[in-house]
């Protein structure tokens, strides 16, 4: 069954890319059900950009530098509450700039990555 003026490559297409954002939002889900998109999208962004600081982060994403440091230590392994995190970034000092962390996907952060990417393959 094909959409109102939608092709039946277009339609195909489309379901590709549906299916592979319900695959994501269960995998997700199973990190935390009640994670934000927000967090998702920080994910992403240093996905993108590994190896950037918190503040170049911020400026890329728009989003203030303090809410983007909650996202960050969250994805990494402790959450701001004190409890486990997430375990998909990892926090690195630059060794140029000590009092500068670098940001990278862990290998939890690179697995899960790597299923989203083939979703869409």
Known sequence: MMGYGVSEKEN?????????????MRDVMEI???????QIYV??????????SL??????????KATMSRYLLDLSDKL?????GYKLINRDIDPE???RNMYTLAPRGRHFINNVVSYFA
Do not use: F, H
């Open 12 to 24: 195909k297409e489309m379901r590709k890319a549906v299916t592979g954002v319900l695959k994501t």
């Open 32 to 38: 935390n059900p009640g994670m934000p998109a927000a």
């Open 43 to 52: 994910l992403m962004l240093v996905t993108l950009n590994e190896g950037k």
């Open 55 to 64: 503040q170049e982060l911020a400026d890329m994403s728009g989003i203030r």
């Open 80 to 84: 701001r509450t004190g409890d486990s």
């Open 97 to 99: 700039e000590l009092r």
